[in-house]
Every structure is written in structure tokens, then in C-alpha cells.
């Protein structure tokens, strides 16, 4: 037969271990909701780049408008500039993608 004293002992660490879980699932279901991540393009570089892959290259729609174009521009190409460690490939891609969508060339005719 149990004593009284490891029988309450057994109790309360059973009452104070569902209510450290309790108040752990209040603090994970009250968590902000992160948004989904992007599926990632597994596809390579087309000969002439489409407002379909420069939007993709971007990280936004095609019917996006010219400031978050170049907002988008700007955000892409401080992570993936030359001067920084980026491939030089990388940077002509991205300035093509937004001279294209931008509407300052009709087609894609990267120079590398």
C-alpha cells in the first residue's frame, strides 16, 4: 500500500505537468500565423524571358504596379548584387525581368 504523502506527491506533479502543457498550447495556438512558403520554381531560364518568369523572378504577380516593381527590384537585388558576392547572371536576369515588366523592353535579350 502506497503512503497517503507519494500518492498526493504523484498528483500534484500530474496537475502541475498538464498545466505547464495547458498554458504551452494557449502560447502555440496564440502565436502569430506565419504566412505559407512559396513553392520554390524548379525551372531554369527561358531563351526569351516571358512577364510569367519575370514576375517569378521578381517574387510577385504579373499585374503587379510599377512601384512594387521596383520596390520588388530593389529587395531582390541587394541580396543577389554582384558587389555583394552575387552572380553577375543573377543581376542581368533581375534587371531584365523589371525592364520588362516595366515596359522598357519587349522582349528578353540578356546580354550573358
Known sequence: MESPLVIGATVAAAAWGGRCFISAW????ARPRMPCVR??????FEKVMTRREAALVLGF???AV???IKEA???VMMANHPDAGGSH???SK???AKD???GKTRGGHSAL
Request: glycine share 8%; hydrophobic share 35%; net charge negative.
Open 26 to 29: 494557449e502560447a502555440f495556438v
Open 39 to 44: 513553392k520554390i520554381y524548379h525551372g531554369g
Open 61 to 63: 504577380r504579373e499585374s
Open 66 to 68: 510599377v512601384e512594387k
Open 73 to 75: 527590384h530593389e529587395r
Open 89 to 91: 547572371y543573377l543581376a
Open 94 to 96: 533581375i534587371n531584365e
Open 100 to 102: 520588362l515588366l516595366t
